[in-house]
């Protein structure tokens, strides 16, 4: 299991961590436990100048959404670019799959870009102080188990590729055990909110996931970079209005 946690941070983050892992089927099938504390670790770091920077909510905002980008290293971003530029191409599954893959960034790639990272710092700067590490860790925790949804209970799209590495495992108790210890910690730190949060990051998913079948008959690397990104949107958006509307 400690062979799965540290590749999961290499997987995750560009943590420096300089342990050598390799891709094991069984180190690769643990990784999924181990999603949502991942998401937990990043949420305690980027929160840092939300602690140190008291007086600007726009620079503690800016600078959290720069730690975030520099910590992932903006691996589901791009994800979001490649999905963005091929579900929006108008062309068949094959060409699709085809501009998914090519390194080159399309209109819609930059257009989607461009909207994540201002929709995260006009949220980040919404956020209440008192609460902004609990929805941080809620908010990446449940975007990358959503991830892990995804490719334990969803098919891939291609035989190769980063993908097909997860998609289709055999992860369900290992996901199982992830969503039940961490959907216990997440309903201690937020209430009912967190079941609020987790019924539209879950419907929010399963479009996602049926859009995917539909465009290129599964799922890719891609798609699930995109889940991620699209998901602490939704969630940190939700928690936005639930702050709005005092729940």
């Given at each position: 299991?400690?062979?799965?946690?540290?590749?999961?941070?290499?997987?995750?983050?560009?943590?420096?961590?300089?342990?050598?892992?390799?891709?094991?089927?069984?180190?690769?099938?643990?990784?999924?436990?181990?999603?949502?504390?991942?998401?937990?670790?990043?949420?305690?770091?980027?929160?840092?100048?939300?602690?140190?920077?008291?007086?600007?909510?726009?620079?503690?905002?800016?600078?959290?959404?720069?730690?975030?980008?520099?910590?992932?290293?903006?691996?589901?971003?791009?994800?979001?670019?490649?999905?963005?530029d091929g579900f929006f191409s108008g062309r068949d599954r094959e060409r699709i799959l085809e501009i998914m893959k090519d390194s080159r960034v399309?209109?819609?790639?930059?257009?989607?870009?461009?909207?994540?990272?201002?929709?995260?710092?006009?949220?980040?700067?919404?956020?209440?102080?008192?609460?902004?590490?609990?929805?941080?860790?809620?908010?990446?925790?449940?975007?990358?188990?959503?991830?892990?949804?995804?490719?334990?209970?969803?098919?891939?799209?291609?035989?190769?590729?980063?993908?097909?590495?997860?998609?289709?495992?055999?992860?369900?108790?290992?996901?199982?055990?992830?969503?039940?210890?961490?959907g216990v910690l997440s309903a201690f730190l937020a209430g009912f909110r967190f079941f609020i949060l987790f019924s539209v990051g879950f419907l929010?998913?399963?479009?996602?996931?049926?859009?995917?079948?539909?465009?290129?008959d599964g799922l890719t690397g891609d798609v699930y970079g995109a889940s991620i990104e699209l998901n602490e949107i939704i969630l940190l958006l939700?928690?936005?209005?639930?702050?709005?509307?005092?729940?």
């Amino acid at each position: 299991m400690i062979k799965a946690f540290i590749l999961s941070l290499q997987f995750l983050t560009r943590l420096p961590l300089n342990f050598k892992v390799d891709f094991e089927e069984s180190t690769i099938r643990k990784m999924t436990f181990f999603f949502p504390i991942v998401g937990l670790i990043i949420a305690i770091i980027i929160n840092i100048p939300f602690m140190i920077i008291k007086f600007n909510n726009d620079l503690a905002a800016l600078l959290t959404l720069i730690l975030w980008v520099f910590v992932t290293g903006g691996l589901h971003i791009d994800g979001l670019s490649d999905t963005c530029d091929g579900f929006f191409s108008g062309r068949d599954r094959e060409r699709i799959l085809e501009i998914m893959k090519d390194s080159r960034v399309g209109t819609f790639g930059v257009i989607a870009v461009v909207l994540d990272i201002l929709t995260k710092f006009i949220l980040l700067k919404n956020l209440s102080r008192e609460n902004t590490l609990i929805c941080l860790i809620l908010v990446l925790g449940w975007a990358r188990l959503f991830a892990a949804f995804l490719f334990t209970y969803g098919k891939s799209a291609r035989r190769d590729g980063l993908g097909s590495l997860f998609t289709g495992k055999d992860r369900k108790g290992y996901f199982i055990l992830s969503l039940i210890l961490f959907g216990v910690l997440s309903a201690f730190l937020a209430g009912f909110r967190f079941f609020i949060l987790f019924s539209v990051g879950f419907l929010n998913t399963f479009f996602l996931m049926k859009y995917s079948y539909k465009k290129i008959d599964g799922l890719t690397g891609d798609v699930y970079g995109a889940s991620i990104e699209l998901n602490e949107i939704i969630l940190l958006l939700s928690w936005v209005v639930l702050d709005w509307i005092y729940i």
